[in-house]
Protein backbone atom coordinates (compact mmCIF):
# COMPACT_ATOMS: atom_id res chain seq x y z
CA UNK A 1 0.00 0.00 0.00
CA UNK A 2 1.74 3.33 -0.90
CA UNK A 3 1.08 6.40 0.35
CA UNK A 4 -0.10 9.06 -2.41
CA UNK A 5 -0.50 12.76 -2.19
CA UNK A 6 -3.05 13.09 -4.37
CA UNK A 7 -2.98 17.23 -5.60
CA UNK A 8 -6.28 17.59 -5.84
CA UNK A 9 -6.52 18.03 -2.00
CA UNK A 10 -3.74 20.49 -2.00
CA UNK A 11 -4.56 24.12 -0.88
CA UNK A 12 -6.95 25.85 1.49
CA UNK A 13 -10.52 24.93 1.96
CA UNK A 14 -12.76 25.65 4.48
CA UNK A 15 -15.71 23.76 6.13
CA UNK A 16 -18.18 23.23 9.10
CA UNK A 17 -20.09 20.22 11.01
CA UNK A 18 -23.17 22.53 11.20
CA UNK A 19 -23.68 21.38 14.92
CA UNK A 20 -23.93 17.70 14.18
CA UNK A 21 -21.09 16.52 16.25
CA UNK A 22 -21.76 17.68 20.02
CA UNK A 23 -25.05 19.27 20.51
CA UNK A 24 -25.06 22.84 21.48
CA UNK A 25 -21.54 23.73 19.37
CA UNK A 26 -20.78 24.23 16.13
CA UNK A 27 -17.21 23.76 14.49
CA UNK A 28 -15.82 25.88 11.68
CA UNK A 29 -12.93 24.96 9.68
CA UNK A 30 -9.89 26.47 7.65
CA UNK A 31 -7.81 23.74 6.44
CA UNK A 32 -4.26 24.34 4.68
CA UNK A 33 -3.16 20.68 2.77
CA UNK A 34 0.41 21.20 1.55
CA UNK A 35 2.09 19.53 -1.15
CA UNK A 36 4.56 18.02 1.29
CA UNK A 37 1.73 15.75 2.78
CA UNK A 38 1.29 17.86 6.06
CA UNK A 39 -1.51 20.25 6.92
CA UNK A 40 -2.70 23.33 9.46
CA UNK A 41 -6.08 23.18 10.44
CA UNK A 42 -7.40 26.29 12.19
CA UNK A 43 -10.98 25.83 14.18
CA UNK A 44 -13.53 28.32 15.67
CA UNK A 45 -16.08 26.82 17.82
CA UNK A 46 -19.28 28.53 18.27
CA UNK A 47 -21.15 27.74 21.63
CA UNK A 48 -24.89 27.97 22.38
CA UNK A 49 -24.34 30.54 25.41
CA UNK A 50 -22.26 32.61 22.56
CA UNK A 51 -18.77 32.40 23.73
CA UNK A 52 -16.19 31.50 20.55
CA UNK A 53 -13.14 29.56 21.09
CA UNK A 54 -10.38 29.53 18.51
CA UNK A 55 -7.81 26.37 18.39
CA UNK A 56 -5.32 24.91 15.86
CA UNK A 57 -3.61 21.66 14.63
CA UNK A 58 -0.87 20.48 12.50
CA UNK A 59 -0.34 17.33 11.36
CA UNK A 60 -0.18 14.93 7.90
CA UNK A 61 -2.63 13.88 5.16
CA UNK A 62 -2.40 11.16 2.38
CA UNK A 63 -4.47 8.66 0.65
CA UNK A 64 -4.34 5.10 0.48
CA UNK A 65 -6.64 2.99 -1.99
CA UNK A 66 -8.82 5.86 -2.27
CA UNK A 67 -9.27 6.50 1.07
CA UNK A 68 -8.16 9.31 2.57
CA UNK A 69 -6.21 9.51 6.26
CA UNK A 70 -5.22 12.64 8.30
CA UNK A 71 -3.08 12.76 11.37
CA UNK A 72 -3.34 14.77 14.20
CA UNK A 73 -0.02 15.44 16.31
CA UNK A 74 -2.17 16.74 18.85
CA UNK A 75 -3.80 13.85 19.76
CA UNK A 76 -1.60 11.06 17.93
CA UNK A 77 -4.54 9.96 16.37
CA UNK A 78 -5.55 9.09 12.70
CA UNK A 79 -8.87 9.53 11.14
CA UNK A 80 -9.63 7.73 8.12
CA UNK A 81 -12.45 8.66 5.58
CA UNK A 82 -14.57 8.08 2.03
CA UNK A 83 -14.01 10.96 -0.13
CA UNK A 84 -15.93 12.44 -3.41
CA UNK A 85 -14.75 14.61 -5.32
CA UNK A 86 -18.14 16.47 -5.95
CA UNK A 87 -16.66 19.33 -8.03
CA UNK A 88 -12.75 20.35 -7.95
CA UNK A 89 -13.98 22.86 -5.46
CA UNK A 90 -15.57 20.62 -3.42
CA UNK A 91 -15.19 17.27 -1.54
CA UNK A 92 -17.52 15.53 0.36
CA UNK A 93 -15.94 13.04 3.16
CA UNK A 94 -17.38 10.27 5.28
CA UNK A 95 -15.87 8.88 8.20
CA UNK A 96 -15.07 5.07 8.01
CA UNK A 97 -15.61 3.76 11.80
CA UNK A 98 -17.30 0.65 11.75
CA UNK A 99 -18.36 1.58 15.43
CA UNK A 100 -21.14 4.03 14.32
CA UNK A 101 -24.01 3.67 12.81
CA UNK A 102 -24.42 7.28 11.71
CA UNK A 103 -21.05 8.12 10.15
CA UNK A 104 -20.11 12.01 10.66
CA UNK A 105 -20.28 13.50 6.78
CA UNK A 106 -18.65 16.61 5.70
CA UNK A 107 -17.60 18.30 3.33
CA UNK A 108 -14.30 21.06 2.32
CA UNK A 109 -14.75 23.99 0.04
CA UNK A 110 -11.87 25.60 -2.03
CA UNK A 111 -11.05 28.67 -1.41
CA UNK A 112 -10.18 30.37 -4.72
CA UNK A 113 -6.82 32.45 -4.04
CA UNK A 114 -6.11 35.73 -6.14
Not at 29 to 52: A, V
Not at 94 to 114: A, G, R, T, V
Amino acid sequence: MTKIIDLRFVGKWKGSDEGKVLPGQTNFWLMNRKSNGTFEIFFETHYENGTIEQSSETGNWYVIDNVFYEYRESDNHTDTYQFEFLSPQIIQYIEIDPNNQNPYMFKDYKLIEN
